[in-house]
């Protein structure tokens, strides 16, 4: 079954997905493929996206092996770096983010609702 999310792992990929995030909200996920707690994470991101209810992108970003784009990320939002760490990002700016065991389906399914019901 095809994912439902994309992987970006250059940095003019970032700055498309970036730049979408003005016409359309953009979940992104930065995952650590070496840490289990990032692993739970990336399930309930999958879920998420297997289950979407709302029109939005949903983006995958493996921190270690793309770290340029994952700090690129980071630079751009001005919002700290962590793995696992989901962002809700409309109109290039961040709606929303957690990390690590906030990172649930009930969680993500929430907070979409509720900002992108705002916007």
Same mark, same amino acid.
């Given at each position: 079954?095809?994912? /439902?999310? +994309?992987?970006?792992?250059?940095?003019?990929?970032? %700055?498309?997905?970036?730049?979408? #995030?003005?016409?359309?909200?953009?979940?992104?996920?930065?995952?650590?493929?070496?840490?289990?707690? #990032? =692993?739970?994470?990336?399930?309930?991101?999958?879920?998420?996206?297997?289950?979407?209810? $709302?029109?939005?992108?949903? @983006?995958? !970003?493996?921190?270690? %092996?793309?770290?340029? !784009? #994952? /700090?690129?990320? %980071?630079?751009?939002?001005?919002?700290?770096? %962590?793995?696992?760490?989901?962002?809700? *990002?409309? =109109? =290039?700016? +961040?709606?929303?983010? @957690? #990390?690590?065991?906030? *990172?649930?389906?009930? $969680? *993500?399914?929430?907070?979409? /609702?509720?900002? *992108?019901?705002?916007?």
């Amino acid at each position: 079954m095809k994912p /439902n999310y +994309v992987e970006i792992d250059l940095s003019e990929q970032w %700055e498309s997905l970036l730049a979408q #995030s003005g016409e359309q909200a953009v979940l992104l996920l930065k995952h650590s493929t070496a840490c289990p707690i #990032s =692993g739970a994470a990336f399930k309930e991101f999958k879920v998420y996206t297997r289950k979407l209810k $709302r029109p939005i992108v949903c @983006a995958l !970003v493996k921190v270690i %092996e793309c770290r340029a !784009v #994952s /700090n690129d990320i %980071e630079e751009a939002l001005g919002i700290k770096h %962590e793995s696992p760490q989901a962002l809700l *990002i409309h =109109g =290039g700016k +961040v709606l929303w983010h @957690a #990390s690590h065991w906030d *990172i649930t389906y009930e $969680r *993500i399914e929430q907070q979409v /609702n509720a900002q *992108i019901a705002k916007g």
